[in-house]
């Protein structure tokens, strides 16, 4: 079984801070994909990455691959209370195999 | 109107009792997924289907099955439902070809007694 570690699990920070999710795994991604969840609904897809060393910007959000694609990081400026969500990264470990592997996710809360 | 559509959003029920989850898309995707979310578990894999006669298990399939009854539809049933099945059900769509982006639906909150 191919395990995706993300850190924190936990995050709350206040306004206008910046953080950074990160998400990792000992095997190689073929594909990375970033979702966030807010309460009562399913995740929505924010970004995928594919190539080592991809950087993606998001608005305020910027999406980091790393080189060797065995990990990843979310990193969001100047932190809004409307980001309040959880942050879940999903692994694809072999092109077009079907099946994404889930991290534990980050719940950030954002306080005004 | 939403893209993936779940049936019913929540559902309580009693141990032993069988149990069916709904799903229908109208996204045109030839694969579909039911996920189960725990918290602090994130989201794990019961089966896909990647088209209508194709029925793959994932890696918490036990107590659970699935049938494909069109491109469009995918459901998910308990045959007897017990209380660690209480849980966060998401179905989910791709695209062939796409890489794994998946699109969710609102979810089922079920609750096993």
């Known amino acids: 079984t191919q395990l995706l570690e993300q850190s924190p699990q936990f995050l709350s920070i206040q306004e206008g801070e910046n953080l950074t999710v990160y998400c990792n795994s000992s095997s190689v991604f073929s594909s990375l994909q970033w979702y966030r969840q807010e309460p009562g609904e399913g995740p929505v897809l924010l970004v995928t990455v594919v190539t080592g060393g991809e950087v993606k910007k998001l608005k305020r959000l910027t999406f980091q691959f790393g080189d060797a694609r065995k990990d990843s990081s979310l990193h969001i400026t100047a932190a809004q209370p409307g980001d309040t969500g959880l942050y879940l990264c999903a692994g694809d470990y072999n092109t077009n195999a079907g099946k994404s592997t889930f991290g534990d996710g980050t719940t950030l809360t954002v306080k005004p | 109107d939403a893209d993936v559509t779940q049936t019913p959003r929540n559902r309580i029920t009693k141990t032993g009792k069988r149990i069916m989850l709904e799903c229908s898309q109208t996204k045109g995707h030839d694969r579909m997924y039911w996920y189960r979310q725990d918290p602090g578990l994130g989201l794990r894999l019961i089966y896909y289907s990647f088209d209508v006669k194709d029925i793959n298990k994932g890696e918490i399939s036990d107590g659970y099955s699935v049938s494909r009854q069109a491109q469009a539809k995918f459901s998910l049933s308990l045959e007897s439902a017990i209380p660690n099945q209480t849980a966060l059900y998401f179905c989910?769509?791709?695209?062939?070809?796409?890489?794994?982006?998946?699109?969710f639906g609102s979810g089922t909150q079920l609750s096993v007694l």
């Open positions: 989910a769509t791709s695209e062939t070809g796409t890489g794994e982006k998946l699109f």
